[in-house]
């Protein structure tokens, strides 16, 4: 059984730190993304990292705060987020893919968790 597990979400301060976590289990995946949804608004990409974890991607505006990172050997994908804005606050995804490509459409993923809200205080 494929799962995705995201944890680490909470409420922070502008400015603050945040670090999410996504377990994977049920199967090897290729690349791995995150995507969030604020309240009104569409599903937007985050940051993605194919499996070898070299040259994550990210949305233009997450750029220079958001870090993502993984342990295969954990089946684990990280987002750590600094600096963060008010117009940050959504649930976060995280979204896997069977295949092992520069994905940043929601389509182009076959598997996604329940999601973790984060709230950023002004």
């Known amino acids: 059984q494929v799962q995705l597990v995201e944890s680490g979400g909470g409420l922070v301060q502008a400015g603050d730190s945040l670090s999410l976590s996504c377990a994977a289990s049920?199967?090897?995946?290729?690349?791995v993304g995150w995507f969030r949804q604020a309240p009104g608004k569409e599903r937007e990409f985050v940051a993605g990292?194919?499996?070898?974890?070299?040259?994550?991607y990210y949305a233009d505006s997450v750029k220079g705060r958001f870090t993502v990172s993984r342990d295969n050997a954990k089946n684990t994908v990280y987002l750590q987020m600094n600096s963060l804005k008010p117009e940050d606050t959504a649930v976060y995804y995280c979204?896997?893919?069977?295949?092992?490509?520069?994905?940043?459409?929601?389509?182009?993923?076959?598997?996604w968790g329940q999601g973790t809200q984060v709230t950023v205080s002004s």
């Open positions: 979204a896997a893919s069977r295949y092992d490509f520069t994905y940043d459409k929601a389509r182009s993923y076959d598997y």
């Open positions: 049920g199967r090897t995946f290729g690349t």
């Open positions: 990292v194919k499996r070898s974890g070299e040259r994550p």
